[in-house]
């Protein structure tokens, strides 16, 4: 099997996971274990067809498990903080099993840049919503405590870095 074959099934999965995490996410607040676990395991798979041992930061199975790994100790702080929820967590080891060091980095500050818009846009439109008749007005405390579906902004930030590639704008790979 070709390095250009497993790349393209890589993008592949990568497209449909978070397509699928952005709907999901977006529709009921929830990043299911159903997607993000088969996710780590297909692409701790595809980085070992890629080359075993592989290198960090070019491919090959040590660079998808490194890039787990990255990204479980990344969002680990802010999971205990109570700033990410272990689904966006989750979704963000996929992203790196699935393709690697390098291009987790570009995705997750696509994903950050993108995230920090949608919280602005999510607060302006609460803040500014009426309240329901009878209820308490928006205040920007309360409106400071309800979710904001961020495995969306996750997701527009991987397909974000995957069509920048796909451009060649940016170079994932070493």
């Known amino acids: 099997m070709s390095l250009e074959f497993v790349k393209a ?22 990043i299911p274990n159903a997607f ?17 041992p592989g290198g ?5 199975l040590v660079d998808h498990v490194a890039a787990l790994i990255l ?16 689904g966006d967590a989750k979704l963000l080891m996929a992203i790196g099993a699935l393709r690697g060091i390098n291009f987790l980095l570009f995705a997750a500050v696509y994903g950050a840049l993108i995230g920090g818009v949608l919280a602005v846009g999510f607060i302006i439109r609460r803040r500014l919503a ?25 997701g527009i930030g991987g397909l974000l870095a995957l069509a920048l590639e796909a451009a060649g704008y940016v170079q994932v790979t070493v």
Do not use: Q
């Open 36 to 52: 993000t676990y088969p996710a780590m395991v297909v692409g701790l798979v595809l980085g070992a067809l890629e080359g075993v």
């Open 9 to 30: 099934v890589e993008n592949v999965v990568l497209t449909v996971l978070l397509v699928a995490i952005m709907y999901t996410d977006w529709r009921f607040l929830r």
């Open 130 to 154: 009426r309240p329901v008749a009878g209820a308490a007005p928006n205040t920007l405390a309360g409106i400071m405590k309800s979710s904001i579906p961020y495995g969306v902004a996750l």
């Open 71 to 86: 990204a479980f100790a990344i969002s680990y702080p802010f999971y205990a903080a109570g700033g990410l929820k272990a």
């Open 56 to 60: 960090l930061f070019t491919h090959g």
